[in-house]
């Protein structure tokens, strides 16, 4: 009976043994798999930005030489500089500019959508529905459909007319002038605002309404409530959409184009500077101002991807620094679930 026990025992204690290496190999094979997965995508994301090292960071006499696969033959910044001199042609007031651009239309665009959102939330006023299904109508609709009608408005603005009072032509021109995107942000038009605008509506929507009756209770009015209460309970969602703003305002070029084409803007500038049409005047200037040798196509290619660059570096920092509220914040923001 002894033997039996002990034989019966030492089964067990082996499948138990067999089934937990077979465990643990599983597991280990699912966690490599998925770092090589996660290591390719990586890569694969990554790499562009890789390539571009051997490219921006090479002298003009090494573009284009076989030789060179990750790392320049001799570090140079004359891509660099020629690029900054081209987009930033006031220096760095150029980029501080277009940040600053970028920063106070987000400002707007989250005031204003986080009170509308508010109301078509916890408000119940007639045609609610209706105001909410413009709002996703004008998120489907594409924004050339919008142009001309926004671009006719612009050029003879008038308000109930009001600018008879001021004007003697009764309206003014303001396309070309800043105050346009400005009142765009204002009315709920910038870009991609009716996102915003969703987004803040589906959130509000979320907040329990025990908070709202106890701010009532305890005195506060409608306003109170919603600069008190409401908003500081927002942050998640204002973070989010903040970050979505600046990013998009500070790349945007289909609304500067149109309606402030003068205006110093570094996307802007960007888009319209490397064009195949000033590949000659870059080539040249690159001979000129650095003394570089005989420049060819993948010269301007090597100053237009510096330009980009450094077109990305507020990108960047916006991103290092809020990218994990940006991710934490999807869940409540009404993109998911």
């Given at each position: 009976?002894?033997?039996?026990?002990?034989?019966?025992?030492?089964?067990?204690?082996?499948?138990?043994?067999?089934?937990?290496?077979?465990?643990?190999?599983?597991?280990?094979?699912?966690?490599?798999?998925?770092?090589?997965?996660?290591?390719?995508?990586c890569f694969t994301?990554?790499?562009?930005?890789?390539?571009?090292?051997?490219?921006?960071?090479?002298?003009?006499?090494?573009?284009?030489?076989?030789?060179?696969?990750?790392?320049?033959?001799?570090?140079?910044?004359?891509?660099?500089?020629?690029?900054?001199?081209?987009?930033?042609?006031?220096?760095?007031?150029?980029?501080?500019?277009?940040?600053?651009?970028?920063?106070?239309?987000?400002?707007?665009?989250?005031?204003?959508?986080?009170?509308?959102?508010?109301?078509?939330?916890r408000v119940n006023?007639?045609?609610?529905?209706?105001?909410?299904?413009?709002?996703?109508?004008?998120?489907?609709?594409?924004?050339?459909?919008?142009?001309?009608?926004?671009?006719?408005?612009?050029?003879?603005?008038?308000?109930?007319?009001?600018?008879?009072?001021?004007?003697?032509?009764?309206?003014?021109?303001?396309?070309?002038?800043?105050?346009?995107?400005?009142?765009?942000?204002?009315?709920?038009?910038?870009?991609?605002?009716?996102?915003?605008?969703?987004?803040?509506?589906?959130?509000?929507?979320?907040?329990?309404?025990?908070?709202?009756?106890?701010?009532?209770?305890?005195?506060?009015?409608?306003?109170?409530?919603?600069?008190?209460?409401?908003?500081?309970?927002?942050?998640?969602?204002?973070?989010?959409?903040?970050?979505?703003?600046?990013?998009?305002?500070?790349?945007?070029?289909?609304?500067?184009?149109?309606?402030?084409?003068?205006?110093?803007?570094?996307?802007?500038?960007?888009?319209?500077?490397?064009i195949s049409a000033?590949?000659?005047?870059?080539?040249?200037?690159?001979?000129?101002?650095?003394?570089?040798?005989?420049?060819?196509?993948?010269?301007?290619?090597?100053?237009?991807?510096?330009?980009?660059?450094?077109?990305?570096?507020?990108?960047?920092?916006?991103?290092?620094?809020?990218?994990?509220?940006?991710?934490?914040?999807?869940?409540?923001?009404?993109?998911?679930?």
């Amino acid at each position: 009976m002894k033997n039996k026990k002990a034989k019966t025992e030492s089964k067990v204690d082996a499948g138990l043994a067999i089934y937990l290496f077979k465990n643990k190999t599983k597991k280990g094979l699912v966690k490599f798999f998925s770092l090589v997965l996660i290591m390719g995508l990586c890569f694969t994301i990554i790499y562009p930005i890789l390539s571009l090292v051997p490219v921006v960071f090479s002298t003009v006499e090494d573009l284009g030489n076989p030789n060179v696969i990750w790392i320049p033959l001799e570090f140079s910044t004359i891509s660099f500089k020629t690029a900054a001199r081209m987009i930033m042609p006031q220096g760095l007031a150029t980029m501080g500019k277009s940040v600053l651009y970028a920063a106070g239309i987000m400002v707007l665009q989250v005031f204003f959508s986080a009170m509308v959102g508010y109301s078509l939330a916890r408000v119940n006023f007639w045609g609610r529905r209706m105001v909410f299904g413009m709002v996703i109508l004008v998120f489907l609709l594409p924004r050339q459909s919008l142009l001309l009608a926004q671009y006719i408005y612009f050029v003879h603005f008038d308000v109930l007319g009001i600018m008879n009072l001021f004007t003697k032509a009764g309206e003014i021109n303001l396309i070309n002038n800043p105050i346009v995107l400005v009142l765009l942000a204002v009315f709920g038009f910038g870009v991609n605002q009716s996102l915003f605008i969703f987004l803040f509506s589906q959130f509000f929507k979320n907040i329990p309404k025990e908070l709202e009756e106890a701010s009532l209770i305890d005195g506060c009015g409608f306003y109170r409530t919603y600069f008190r209460i409401m908003l500081p309970n927002a942050i998640p969602i204002i973070s989010t959409v903040g970050i979505l703003s600046f990013v998009w305002n500070y790349g945007d070029t289909y609304y500067t184009n149109y309606f402030n084409p003068n205006g110093s803007y570094m996307s802007t500038l960007l888009s319209s500077t490397f064009i195949s049409a000033n590949k000659d005047y870059i080539l040249e200037a690159l001979r000129t101002w650095y003394d570089a040798p005989v420049a060819t196509d993948l010269a301007f290619d090597a100053v237009k991807q510096a330009g980009a660059l450094i077109f990305l570096i507020p990108l960047l920092i916006v991103y290092l620094i809020g990218q994990r509220k940006l991710v934490e914040n999807m869940e409540n923001s009404g993109l998911v679930g």
